[in-house]
């Protein structure tokens, strides 16, 4: 394998040989302002480790799957949800989402929120809620005001 | 399961609900002042993520496993040595170390070198190199440079 051993941080979250990819095809999905960065991909381990980043006041797809994440905040900050809960997240902060859970990560208007994901190599693919779906989430008053942004 | 959705950052590269453990058992190898915490560990994911943090002058034991480790950076800056090549690793750096390839990470003298470090949840244990293997090592200048420190 011709993996590089050693690829620097270039600055502002970008890395030598690391290519700056759009999150989703466009039109895919809902989202806004959203990079995509593959920072680890090897076929000996069972996980990817990507990089997100959303610019200000961007946000990432409302969506569950089975597959679970484990996210490093590692720039900014902002809000996710997760369920029907929300958390203001910060650099360094530890985010779980479970298996089949609705969430969506949003940058603050002042600047960008950058995230590390770890997930697993072998997944299902995303899925985006149904008009049921969105009435039910909008039951909960704190969701309903965070998907309604 | 009842694995917290949010932890978020104490500060100083600690977490909430993560203990910061011993690196590994005393005298079972070879390593000085470095600090280990296991961010991820989910059943359902193929990876553990970990958090590892070397002292002022620290280093972690030099050693080689089949498994791979994929790390980033995010603490200090210090150097690592892979195989026959020395790095000098700062923060957000990304370093892949193959199969069964000798490494080492060592913390500059003026701060710690603080690293994620993502690692196949079922993996072989670590090889400690024999007089053999170091005297073979030390045929190449800079890591006989490197070790020998």
Sequence with gaps: MSITTHRGHQGDFTWEEVPVLAYKQAGAAPFRDVTRQ?????????????????????????????????????????????????????????????????????ADADGPLGFLCMVNAERDRPQLPSAEDLLALGQCGLVAEFIRR
């Design 38 to 106: 593959v920072l680890f991909d090897d076929a000996a381990l069972g996980c990817q480790l990507r990089y997100f980043e959303v610019a200000p006041a961007g946000h990432t797809t409302l969506e569950r799957h089975a597959h679970l994440h484990a996210v490093m905040i590692i720039r900014g900050h902002g809000q996710c949800l997760v369920g029907e809960r929300v958390f203001a997240v910060g650099a360094h902060d530890l985010v779980h989402i479970p298996s089949l859970i609705w969430h969506q990560f949003r």
